[in-house]
């Protein structure tokens, strides 16, 4: 199985940005979809985005739409997450995973990842 590793995370001010990276050393990504997820303390944890693996095809959650980003260079072997205007109610860890298919979705059926990073913490607070 992959090993995933996120990096980018930090503190930021509300309205801020950062840009998470997603990277899989010695693993080849290109054939499948990445999902940024995250988790607050006390909740569980919700899909932020997603990402074909060709990168034709994305996914977002209602409430990061218009402000976050994901991309992927897979000449890079790296997923990444733009993240504008955070709020601080999105600090949580954020986490990188895959399910090892192509497509974010199967139809309209979500398959849970099998694979996971270790997650890189974001904290949005003055």
């Known amino acids: 199985q992959v090993q995933l590793v996120e990096s980018g995370g930090g503190l930021v001010q509300p309205g801020g940005s950062l840009r998470l990276s997603c990277a899989a050393p010695g693993f080849t990504l290109d054939y499948y979809s990445i999902g940024w997820f995250r988790q607050a303390p006390g909740k569980e944890r919700e899909e932020v985005s997603c990402?074909?693996?060709?990168?034709?095809?994305?996914l977002y959650a209602d409430s990061v739409k218009g402000r976050f980003t994901i991309s992927r260079d897979n000449a890079k072997n790296t997923v990444f997450l733009q993240m504008n205007r955070l709020k601080p109610e999105e600090t949580a860890v954020y986490y990188c995973?895959?399910?090892?298919?192509?497509?974010?979705?199967?139809?309209?059926?979500?398959?849970?990842?099998?694979?996971w990073g270790q997650g890189t913490q974001v904290t949005v607070s003055s």
């Open positions: 990402i074909s693996s060709t990168g034709d095809s994305t």
């Open positions: 995973a895959t399910n090892y298919l192509s497509e974010c979705r199967v139809g309209t059926t979500t398959i849970p990842p099998t694979s």
